[in-house]
T-cell receptor, first 114, second 111 residues
């Protein structure tokens, strides 16, 4: 069974700092990995999707990397802003395929202090 | 404007009543999903559907029911059999490439 872990559960940084969020998964035979952002009381917003054949994916100040062999992904946020404050979740396809299910981590709650 | 809509945003019900949460998508996705989110628990899959007129139980299906009569719609009924129905409910739709898109959620409170 696929398990996804995100450490730390919470992170507080001053505005302008570069930061890295971590995601690890137990089954490296993944099809892709998706990073989401969730604001309080809102749904999930898809940020980046990395295919298993890719090592990196970039969108603006966000850069996600994937190392399947070690079962890790990182989300790098450059020059953090207070508006980046949210919970960030990663998700990978459920082992045992065919059902398109995702397994989610519990998220890292990011606070960017002005 | 493509996307997923959920209604209502907030829902209040008395214990013992069934309640139905709406989810509609115009992304032309085949697959649709219902998740429940509780503080500190992460997202847990309730039901999913890969095609019209077919759906499968997820990890916590007890006390819930769904239907999939149209590609665009996947309503979730929270029945009186659900022991702890108060939660934030999220609907998602997806492509065949394990990519999912989420609606804004419905917060259900049962007293």
């Amino acid at each position: 069974k696929q398990e996804v872990t995100q450490i730390p559960a919470a992170l507080s940084v001053p505005e302008g700092e570069n930061l890295v969020l971590n995601c690890s998964f137990t089954d490296s035979a993944i099809y892709n990995l998706q990073w989401f952002r969730q604001d309080p009381g809102k749904g999930l917003t898809s940020l980046l999707l990395i295919q298993s054949s890719q090592r990196e994916q970039t969108s603006g100040r966000l850069n996600a990397s994937l190392d399947k062999s070690s079962g890790r992904s990182t989300l790098y946020i450059a020059a953090s802003q207070p508006g980046d404050s949210a919970t960030y979740l990663c998700a990978v396809p459920y082992s045992g395929a065919g059902s398109y299910q995702l397994t989610f981590g519990k998220g890292t709650k990011l606070s960017v202090i002005p | 404007d493509g996307g997923i809509t959920q209604s209502p945003k907030y829902l209040f019900r008395k214990e013992g009543q069934n309640v139905t949460l709406s989810c509609e998508q115009n992304l032309n996705h085949d697959a649709m999903y219902w998740y429940r989110q509780d503080p500190g628990q992460g997202l847990r899959l309730i039901y999913y559907s890969q095609i019209v007129n077919d759906f499968q139980k997820g990890d916590i299906a007890e006390g819930y029911s769904v239907s999939r009569e149209k590609k665009e719609s996947f309503p979730l009924t929270v029945t009186s059999a659900q022991k702890n129905p108060t939660a934030f409910y999220l609907c998602a739709s997806g492509t065949g490439a394990y990519e999912q898109y989420f609606g804004p959620g419905t917060r259900l409170t049962v007293t």
